[in-house]
Nanobody, 124 residues
Framework: QVNLVESGGGSVQAGGSLKLSCGVS????????MAWFRQAPGKERELVAN????????FYGDSVEGRFTISLDDTKRTMYLQMNSLNPEDTAQYYCGAGYGHHWCANIGTVTYWGQGIQVTVSS
């Protein structure tokens, strides 16, 4: 059974920082891609950032470009999201995803496995 476990969420004031982690276990090989998505109340789940695990190519959503950084550890089974200059619009449930059937985790349909989600709350 493949498991993705997020950690590092919480509450922070505007302008602050948080670092999310996502560990993948239970699969015989590393994923092709990993990604962070987020979903605010009443809104659709949106892509925050993604990363190709072999070429370490990254992509960021417009709203987080320049503030967030996605990365992997050497095993490529743990993904991080460093979030700086947080603002209240970043408040959401954050989900990590791993893709094994596609080479690029561009959208929800390309993610094979999901974490349970972790809350990030930014107060003004």
């Amino acid at each position: 059974q493949v498991n993705l476990v997020e950690s590092g969420g919480g509450s922070v004031q505007a302008g602050g920082s948080l670092k999310l982690s996502c560990g993948v276990s239970g699969h015989s090989r590393t994923s092709n891609c990993m990604a962070w998505f987020r979903q605010a109340p009443g809104k659709e789940r949106e892509l925050v950032a993604n990363i190709h695990t072999r070429y370490i190519k990254t992509f960021y959503g417009d709203s987080v470009e320049g503030r967030f950084t996605i990365s992997l550890d050497d095993t490529k089974r743990t993904m991080y999201l460093q979030m700086n200059s947080l603002n209240p619009e970043d408040t959401a449930q954050y989900y990590c995803g791993a893709g094994y059937g596609h080479h690029w985790c561009a959208n929800i349909g390309t993610v094979t496995y999901w974490g349970q989600g972790i809350q990030v709350t930014v107060s003004s």
